[in-house]
């Protein structure tokens, strides 16, 4: 099992152990430490020219405004957002993303007192003289090393120092979660980058809602990533149920893999651990598990579970931090509150694979626009007829693609209004100009 020293999101609990975290990270500070975070040969060769630059690579473990926690090959640090202001928020910096950081331009202000620090002064970064395969890098400036924060509620980030570190520029993705913004935008919200397992958390406990588990398979596969589904609470379930939700499930996903586990007895959980590879995200239904998982993954209590939840002011329970964890076993977890009753965005590939069979009749029918409801020749109906397609699912799927060009229109007409905002605006700078020559004598 892999030490748990490089964890940046390990909150200090005043154990005098945790405290002697900061030379356990420099032993830990080897590349071999960013590797642990998922760093590969092809990000290595993506990084070269950023390298050259004199750049460090970093992943991104939690963002707050203006603001994130890294990890770096030196240990975890904090870097200023601010250099990065895509004008699509999906391309803002996100958990999972890796980033180049570069010395913040800002000034430094006087290290004053910082509610992320621990009270004991830190030594000189042991990685220094230590590791001399790591001095080929610039080392960290001192204020930007990071403590992990002294208590789960996150730092004011308006009181915190200014980084010394910022992001220069992020690295391509290969796959993201991404939801349906809240109404006031119509972009879609990134929630974990670079992921490659999604566990999808159906309870057992509960009736199995069919259109929902969809939904989540959608957005699975349309992240990039590839799908697990995990069967929880096999405790609360007669077999005989289980089995049944089991093959229901296996039909609406073919070809993903299922597991079934127990929080209470541990059934199934180290097939789960054997199944996930690479950066892997929780997402399902509120209550039915993920963070028992998590746990369960992570070896450790890291995550709150329900019953002991911190409820913010609005009376809703939280997950008060946004995380990445890596796994004993290799690998990392990512867990953000927003990746807690996510919605469709942009997810038309996701729902073709979801519904591949319908999709399938669908090149039979007599029209190529068939929109499969009292079309002469349709195959879609033929086979709802025949008994071969419950009509639940092709009811399912136009419910999803309706949710999902929705929010694919809303995208659509902000891009356009932006556009016509630039338009606007350049217009306005020409006619400013204009009028400044014209003024002239
Ligand atoms: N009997 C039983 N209870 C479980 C199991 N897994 C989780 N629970 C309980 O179910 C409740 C919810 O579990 P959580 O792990 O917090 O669920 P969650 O999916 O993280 O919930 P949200 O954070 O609301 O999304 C808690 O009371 C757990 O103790 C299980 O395998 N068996
Ligand atoms: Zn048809």
Redesign the pocket.
Same mark, same amino acid.
Do not use: E
């Given at each position: 099992m892999r030490p748990r020293s490089d964890d940046p999101s390990r909150p200090s609990d005043g154990n005098p152990s945790h405290n002697r975290r900061t030379p356990e990270l420099g032993a830990a500070s080897t590349p071999g430490n960013l590797s642990a975070y998922g760093w590969t040969p092809e990000l290595g060769a993506a990084f070269t020219p950023y390298h050259e630059a004199g750049l460090i690579p970093a992943r991104i473990v939690r963002v707050d405004r203006g603001r994130c926690d890294v990890v770096t090959e030196h240990g975890p640090a904090r870097a200023a957002t601010s250099a990065l202001h895509p004008s699509d928020p999906s391309l803002a910096p996100c958990t999972g993303d890796w980033a180049a950081l570069r010395p913040s331009l800002a000034p430094t202000p006087e290290p004053g007192p910082n509610p992320n620090a621990e009270s004991n002064p830190e030594p000189p970064p042991p990685w220094a003289s230590a590791q001399p395969s790591v001095s080929a890098l610039p080392p960290l400036p001192a204020s930007a090393r990071h403590s992990p924060p002294a208590s789960a509620q996150p730092a004011d980030p308006e009181s915190a120092p200014v980084p010394a570190l910022e992001l220069a520029a992020l690295l391509p993705r290969h796959s993201a979660i991404v939801r349906s913004s809240a109404s006031r935008s119509s972009h879609g919200q990134v929630l974990a980058a670079n992921v490659d397992t999604v566990v999808i !958390?159906v309870s057992l406990a509960a009736p199995l809602d069919p259109g929902r588990f969809e939904r989540l398979l959608a957005l699975a596969w349309d992240s990039g990533a590839r799908p697990v589904a995990v069967l *929880?609470?096999a405790?609360?379930a007669a077999d005989d149920d289980a089995d049944a939700v089991r093959t229901e499930v296996r039909l609406l996903a073919p070809g993903v893999e299922t597991v079934t &586990? @127990? /929080?209470?007895d541990g059934q199934g959980l180290a097939d789960l651990a054997a199944l996930i590879s690479g950066t892997t995200v929780l997402i +399902?239904p @509120? /209550? &039915? +598990?993920? @963070? *028992?998982l998590a746990n369960a993954l992570l070896g450790e209590d890291l995550l709150a &579970? /329900? !019953?002991v939840r911190a409820q913010d002011g609005k009376g809703r329970?939280t &997950?008060v931090r946004r995380e990445l964890l890596p796994l004993p076993g290799g690998g990392v977890l990512i867990d953000t509150p927003g990746l807690?009753g996510i919605g469709l965005h942009d997810a038309a590939d996701g729902l073709e694979q979801v519904f591949g069979e319908i999709e399938e009749l669908a090149r039979d029918c007599r029209f190529g626009d068939c929109a499969h409801d009292s079309e002469p020749g349709c195959a879609v109906q033929a086979a709802i007829l025949a008994g071969d397609l419950p009509r639940r699912r092709l009811d399912s799927y136009r419910k999803l693609q309706r949710e999902n060009e929705w929010a694919t229109s809303r995208n659509d007409a902000r891009r356009r209004s932006e556009r016509a905002d630039k338009q606007k605006a350049i217009t306005r700078h020409l006619r400013a100009t204009y009028k400044f020559r014209d003024q002239r004598p």
């Open positions: !958390a *929880t609470k405790d609360l &586990t @127990s /929080g209470v +399902g @509120s /209550g &039915t +598990g993920k @963070s *028992t &579970t /329900g !019953a329970h &997950t807690r």
